[in-house]
């Protein structure tokens, strides 16, 4: 059996697991709700670079991404944000729904799941 690897780990959850060649992050959120959606979309990216980093793997190995908007007329602009970060000919399977978060003032969560 596979060894499994738990990154960042909570009372709750972990930030990210790792199993095989694969890391699994947790949704990623911004930090400071105050922002537009472009600004907390930037956060949650950059959450996930770092989160990725640690597991030893990066954005051009994301396999599949699920983005949370609670309201999805800030789609065009989720995808300024996404469109700038992600790398031209590494983009990953992608799914974008309209959800209500936890905390009325978020706008986004995306949780990603990446080869090592």
């Known amino acids: 059996m596979s060894t499994i690897t738990r990154i960042d780990v909570g009372?709750?959850?972990?930030e990210a697991v790792i199993l095989g060649n694969r890391i699994y992050c947790s949704g990623m959120i911004p930090e400071d709700t105050s922002l537009d959606i472009t600004g907390q979309v930037r956060q949650a990216l950059a959450e996930i670079d770092a989160l990725l980093a640690k597991g030893g793997s990066d954005k051009t190995k994301?396999?599949?991404a699920t983005?949370?908007?609670s309201d999805i007329s800030d789609f065009a602009a989720m995808n300024q944000v996404w469109d700038a970060w992600v790398v031209p000919g590494h983009?990953?399977?992608?799914?974008?729904?309209?959800?209500?978060?936890?905390?009325?003032?978020?706008k986004v969560?995306?949780?990603v799941v990446a080869a090592i």
């Open 91 to 106: 983009t990953p399977a992608r799914a974008t729904v309209q959800a209500r978060l936890n905390d009325p003032d978020m």
């Open 11 to 14: 009372p709750r959850m972990s």
């Open 62 to 64: 994301i396999l599949t």
């Open 109 to 111: 969560e995306i949780m």
């Open 67 to 69: 983005i949370w908007l």
